[in-house]
T-cell receptor
Framework: GIQVEQSPPDLILQEGANSTLRCNFS?????LQWFHQNPWGQLINLFY???GTKQNGRLSATTVATERYSLLYISSSQTTDSGVYFC????????????FGKGTKLSVKP | DSGVTQTPKHLITATGQRVTLRCSPR?????VYWYQQSLDQGLQFLIQ???????AKGNILERFSAQQFPDLHSELNLSSLELGDSALYFC??????????????FGPGTRLTVL
């Protein structure tokens, strides 16, 4: 089945710093989603981005489907950005459930 | 707030017991997905229903079952509980029958602790 790899696994930042999180996937996909799991466990939708670039405030995402990767950019990070960031894709030939990467754990220090 | 609701938020029970988790999808969504998040297995897909019918199955144990009712809410039943079933259970919903082309929105989760 499709493999989803995220890097780095852990990231510690000072408040105000910028970061780039990467998601590689092993097969072509029809869609890709980025989520933020906050310290209380909630999974929050960030982007639905099968291809191209989207921006939402300090966050932006780019998916290059032909090269099988997606990037999540966080600018001017805040302590509330802490948590785990997941990317997820539906497996090719599947019915649309999402396959999740193992996540990037981000800690933003004040 | 994603619009997907799950109850209860927390559940503590003993081994061998049975519990029911409930999910209401976003208004207008016909698909409901159940996922399990455990420390060792990460986020894993369990089962999907679309408009009352089972549509896809993932790594769901035989001790687990689910259904989607005419009002589109769904229930996940977990029986003969074991310590290893302790996890965060998420429900997600989407508009169409296939998550291939539809964004999935997740509920707040039910944290199950089996003692």
């Amino acid at each position: 089945g499709i493999q989803v790899e995220q890097s780095p696994p852990d990231l510690i930042l000072q408040e105000g710093a910028n970061s780039t999180l990467r998601c590689n996937f092993s097969d072509s996909v029809n869609n890709l989603q980025w989520f933020h799991q906050n310290p209380w466990g909630q999974l929050i939708n960030l982007f639905y981005i099968p291809s191209g670039t989207k921006q939402n405030g300090r966050l932006s995402a780019t998916t290059v489907a032909t090269e099988r990767y997606s990037l999540l950019y966080i600018s001017s990070s805040q302590t509330t950005d802490s948590g785990v960031y997941f990317c997820a894709v539906p497996p090719r030939g599947g019915l649309g459930n999402l396959i999740f990467g193992k996540g990037t754990k981000l800690s933003v220090k004040p | 707030d994603s619009g997907v609701t799950q109850t209860p938020k927390h559940l503590i029970t003993a081994t061998g017991q049975r519990v029911t988790l409930r999910c209401s999808p976003r208004s207008g969504d016909l698909s409901v997905y159940w996922y399990q998040q455990s420390l060792d297995q990460g986020l894993q897909f369990l089962i999907q229903y679309y408009n009352g019918e089972e549509r896809a199955k993932g790594n769901i144990l035989e001790r687990f079952s689910a259904q989607q009712f005419p009002d589109l809410h769904s229930e996940l039943n977990l029986s003969s509980l074991e310590l290893g079933d302790s996890a965060l259970y998420f429900c997600a919903s989407s508009v169409g029958p296939s998550g291939l082309y539809n964004e999935q929105f997740f509920g707040p989760g039910t944290r199950l602790t089996v003692l």
